[in-house]
């Protein structure tokens, strides 16, 4: 048996002693393209194909593609998405993908072919898409890329090193939304640029989601000083994986932006609150002290007043609404009569005087305190 550390737990993992493995030539793996979620993975350490194994999620895999279709592109560590075509191998990780606007997929069982379901890289068997998109890039894998002695490799023996504890407690503030695709990146980046611009030491982290650099560059470029995610902890998604894990994740990514200097941290919680894992995860302890006040991202009044109502019956601390609804003047002003909050635009979420508001009237007296106090800034 092998012992796994990460963010100073424990987990007993059997050695898959079943497999055979043989030399990877490292003029081979730098003809493949690597992606975004193996990028923590140093390619020093790529150094064998190890075959005839179920894989897990986090395993990396050297795989061929047979046919493109839906995802044309692959995300490398750098942040380019370089074209992809049919023969190309790729270094890609296993996972578990939930995308209401995309695809449900799942870790399967054997090595054989499976798909590319997102552009950061993730293999996984397609099991479901939405109507809108074509069927998932079809790959086919070569073997799992392993260490010198043919173990395989996986994100979470790369993960970001144990820390201690923080002494500081910096303000917190998380966007979720009602759905994918609902304006929750772009609320976050803003909000990102309102304490830039207020002169706040700013860290971001996306705690849930599927492994991709999009949002972790949105985020860098919008001014964070410091910007991680759950891949930094060693997971290429988190569709699937247990709530106690999903609140380390969380405990782990925030106590790293605070030993890391920041002020104030910025959240990013994907998907909308009723899928099972983001539901899970806003009520639990873990964010209920780590978070002094949502925003909720909404695409129109109905999803507003549904959101508002989710998020009141559970006692979390919302302070605005916010999202693709703040493009229409009339949905945003149906959504204040229906919530009695205000929708902010993108303008006043990314002025200094919301941070400014923020930080100066942080647990005050009560939640509706600080809630009144964005309503009124």
């Given amino acids: 048996m092998a012992t796994e550390m990460w963010a100073g737990k424990s987990t007993v993992v059997p050695l898959r002693t079943e497999s055979k493995s043989e030399p990877l030539p490292r003029e081979r793996l ?28 986090g395993d990396l895999v050297l795989a061929r593609v047979t046919r493109k279709r839906q995802h044309t592109r692959i995300e490398l560590p750098t942040g380019r998405k370089a074209a992809l075509f049919v023969g190309d191998e790729i270094v890609v990780s296993y996972g578990n993908r939930y995308a209401t606007d995309q695809f449900e997929a799942l870790v399967p069982e054997d090595l054989g072919p499976c798909h590319l379901v997102a552009s950061g890289g993730v293999a996984s068997m397609m099991v479901a898409r939405h109507r809108g998109i074509r069927p998932a890039t079809e790959i086919e894998p070569v073997g799992l890329v392993g260490d010198a002695n043919g173990r395989p490799l996986n994100l979470r023996d790369y993960a970001l090193e144990p820390i201690a504890e923080s002494d500081g407690e910096p303000l917190c503030v998380a966007v979720v939304g009602s759905s994918m695709n609902a304006g929750k990146t772009t609320t976050a980046t803003n909000l990102v640029r309102s304490f830039r611009a207020a002169g706040f030491v700013v860290g971001a982290a996306k705690i849930t989601g599927t492994g991709s650099g999009g949002d972790y560059w949105k985020l860098t470029d919008a001014g964070a000083h410091v910007v991680v995610d759950f891949t930094d902890a060693g997971y290429v998604s988190t569709y699937l994986v247990p709530g106690d894990e999903l609140c380390d994740v969380a405990g782990f ?19 909308g609150v009723f899928q099972e894992e983001t539901a899970g995860l806003v009520q639990s302890p873990t964010l209920r002290r780590l978070v002094d006040g949502y925003f909720l991202a909404v695409t129109d009044s109905l999803s507003a007043a549904a959101g508002v109502d989710w998020m009141t019956a559970r006692q979390l601390p919302l302070l605005s609404l916010c999202g693709t609804i703040s493009r229409s003047p009339l949905a945003s002003r149906e959504a204040v009569l229906a919530t009695a909050l205000p929708v902010l635009s993108l303008q006043e979420l990314g002025s ?20 009144e106090a964005v309503a009124r800034g």
């Fill in 253 to 271: 990514l925030s106590s790293y932006l605070e030993v890391s200097g920041v002020e104030v941290i910025v959240l990013e919680i994907a998907d």
């Fill in 352 to 371: 200094a005087e919301l941070a400014t508001t923020l930080v100066k009237t942080r647990r005050l007296e009560s939640d509706t305190t600080l809630r």
């Fill in 30 to 57: 730098e003809e493949a393209k690597t992606a975004f979620t193996c990028r923590r993975v140093p390619v020093s350490e790529m150094r064998t194909l190890v075959t005839g194994v179920t894989p897990r999620a």
